[in-house]
């Protein structure tokens, strides 16, 4: 019972920190392609620099086990580039749904539960065959180091930079660190002298909020994974539809449900106290039929790429995984393409 | 006290991010320098976005003025 109060209680952490500091993916990967904004985005890799460093050391010293992704070719690719293209018709990535459901966002409801719907579906019934195909192409690992990476009977992990350098995974996570902060450093940010929060600020507290997370769910909740949106949209509508019918067992809330829990109340709250909340409706009817779309392809996508912009970019990515480094890059180019198609081309009067 | 009056006004209200950022910079494209755009929006994220994005742009930001519970407007003086 205590893990999904835990779960809830990182949501909240991580709803506050998305819902102050503006924290969307969706617009972090257009923005650099489509006005080259990278203020976000910086956000989003400073988070990922740090939190490979914590997470390592925190699998070091014990206190977690680390879990990188299966590495499934077809799934990353199909399921990256869907998941990209979803999430800018449905207006926002995962966790940018979520939280806009906080601030009364009706579209991200709609989109929020068709993703849920979505991504459950493309597991089950008749999709099932077409999830067990592809899984045939998955590459796994074979545990390099038990006392720092998951390990158990049914538990598969999938290659990490390091794994298939074949080095040791603190010189590896420690250039991949030095690579992305020569990034964050050496080039031009995007000033954005009105934000709440300043890109290095959202970047510490994604940070500290991955880490307890997974400290959290690997200690109390037998999860060995950091932040994570989509399962727990599955979660909570499974534990929500499945007792409605009373013909199958419904799963109890888990700790990943109470994540996705825990940011919509975390960003009601926020916006509640600092007066951004209203209910909103867009002026025309055809972005619920957006977020619709969106939210399928982008459900279908994480589902086969078997984790989002949370669960592969933001967590994945500090896992050194492959797996999610690869999803990382497909979700950019599917979020390009389809600004592409529904915004033009990008600016050329807009300096960086 | 400081009426401005804006050229032409453009309502965002509703819409979320990059909507009202994208049909700004369309309707700054179409106007001469001089003239003053009205941004109508309750996107949060959009009051931060617009004046930075508009910036870059060359033009400049007036104002940005709470006008009811998360709706703001944003005032813009093409260059």
């Given at each position: 019972m205590i893990g999904?109060?835990?779960?809830?209680?990182?949501g909240i952490i991580l709803g506050v920190i998305l819902q102050r500091g503006r924290v969307c993916f969706n617009s972090a990967f257009r923005d650099l392609y489509l006005v080259k904004d990278n203020f976000m985005f910086k956000a989003g890799l400073l988070a990922i620099a740090l939190t490979a460093i914590g997470f390592l050391a925190m699998a070091q010293f014990g206190l977690i086990k680390l879990a990188p992704s299966v590495l499934n070719w077809g799934g990353v690719i199909v399921g990256g580039l869907l998941f990209g293209m979803g999430i800018v018709l449905a207006g926002g990535c995962a966790s940018g749904m979520s939280y806009r459901?906080?601030?009364g966002n009706t579209t991200s409801i709609v989109a929020g539960l068709v993703y849920g719907l979505s991504a459950w579906a493309s597991g089950s019934g008749a999709l099932k065959?077409?999830?067990?195909?592809?899984?045939?192409l998955s590459v796994t690992m074979q545990n390099p180091d038990p006392a720092i990476y998951n390990t158990g009977e049914k538990v598969s992990i999938g290659p990490t930079l390091s794994s298939i350098l074949n080095m040791n995974p603190w010189v590896v996570t420690l250039v991949f660190a030095a690579i992305i902060f020569a990034y964050?450093?050496?080039?031009?940010?995007?000033?954005?002298e009105g934000a709440n929060m300043q890109w290095w600020v959202i970047g510490i507290a994604l940070t500290l909020v991955n880490m307890l997370t997974y400290y959290l769910s690997a200690t109390f909740a037998k999860r060995q994974y950091g932040l994570g949106i989509t399962a727990g949209w599955t979660n909570i509508l499974q534990t929500w539809t499945l007792s409605q019918n009373g013909t199958e067992t419904a799963p109890s809330l888990n700790f990943a449900g109470g994540i996705v829990v825990g940011v919509i109340l975390g960003a009601l709250v926020a916006a509640l106290v600092k007066g951004e909340f209203k209910w909103r409706t867009p002026r025309e009817g055809k972005y619920y039929a957006y977020a619709v779309l969106g939210g399928i392809m982008a459900g279908f996508g994480a589902n086969f790429a078997a984790g989002c912009n949370i669960g592969h970019f933001l967590t994945g990515s500090s896992l050194l995984s492959v797996?999610?480094?690869v999803a990382s890059i497909f979700f950019i180019l599917g979020n390009w393409i389809m600004s592409r198609i529904m915004f033009?081309?990008?600016?050329?009067d807009i300096k960086a | 006290m400081d009426e401005i009056k804006p050229t032409k006004t453009i309502n965002e209200c509703g819409e979320v991010c990059p909507v009202p950022d994208v049909d700004t910079k369309r309707a700054l494209g179409k106007m001469k320098p001089g003239e003053i755009l009205e941004v109508l929006i309750d996107y949060p994220l959009s009051k931060e976005r617009i004046p930075a994005t508009v910036e870059r742009m060359g033009h400049e930001v007036l104002k940005v003025e709470e006008t009811g519970p998360s709706e703001w407007r944003i005032l813009i003086l093409v260059k």
């Open positions: 999904p109060l835990l779960g809830i209680l990182c459901i906080g601030e065959p077409l999830k067990a195909w592809a899984a045939n964050l450093f050496l080039t031009k940010t995007t000033k954005r797996a999610s480094l033009g081309a990008p600016d050329r | -």
